[in-house]
């Protein structure tokens, strides 16, 4: 069985992930506009984008060493580090999100939104958490491609069943 498609699969998700994300972790994530001026806050601006910026270069890193070498053997402890690192980036991104309702308190972004434009600021969320939380999403699906990966490569590494062996005993080289 090839196992090809699915490592090659495995490694396009992770690279566009990683990238992905790094990407989101260093655009904009907020910006506010008061009466004097405008503030804008890139990701990496923030500790949450600092560490989601860590964790892209953390998820290519582990990619890249999934495909190190030339067999087509695969890497299980890279492949289920991917998982957790997808899961954090995306639930980073959420946060970043939610960020302008932990603000003023209000149960939504939106409400959040309509208090600050009622006290003179006008707040808007970039695109790096969106972003953020598809590069997130890539890894997962590069996780669970990489388990693909490693049960199809299992099942080619296993000796076939030998189905020739006559049924009196003798040996077959006889």
Not at 24 to 50: C, E, N, P, Q, Y
Not at 112 to 133: K, M, N, S, V, Y
């Amino acid at each position: 069985m090839n196992t090809r498609p699915r490592r090659l699969a495995f490694f396009v998700l992770g690279i566009a992930g990683g990238l992905a994300s790094g990407v989101g972790a260093t655009t904009t994530w907020r910006s506010i506009d008061f009466a004097g001026g405008i503030t804008t806050d890139r990701g990496v601006d923030l500790l949450w984008g600092k560490v989601a910026l860590a964790l892209s270069v953390t998820a290519i890193i582990l990619t890249l060493i999934s495909r190190k070498g030339s067999s087509e053997e695969p890497r299980p402890w890279t492949i289920a580090a991917l998982l957790p690192v997808g899961l954090v980036l995306s639930a980073l991104g959420g946060l970043a999100l939610s960020q302008a309702s932990f603000v003023y308190g209000a149960a939504t972004p939106a409400k959040a939104l309509t208090i600050a434009a009622a006290h003179g600021e006008i707040r808007t969320i970039g695109l790096g958490p969106t972003i953020l939380i598809c590069g997130g999403f890539l890894m997962v699906l590069a996780a669970g491609s990489g388990l693909i990966w490693i049960r199809a490569w299992r099942r080619a590494a296993q000796p076939a069943p030998n189905a020739e062996l006559p049924q009196d005993g003798a040996d077959p080289a006889d």
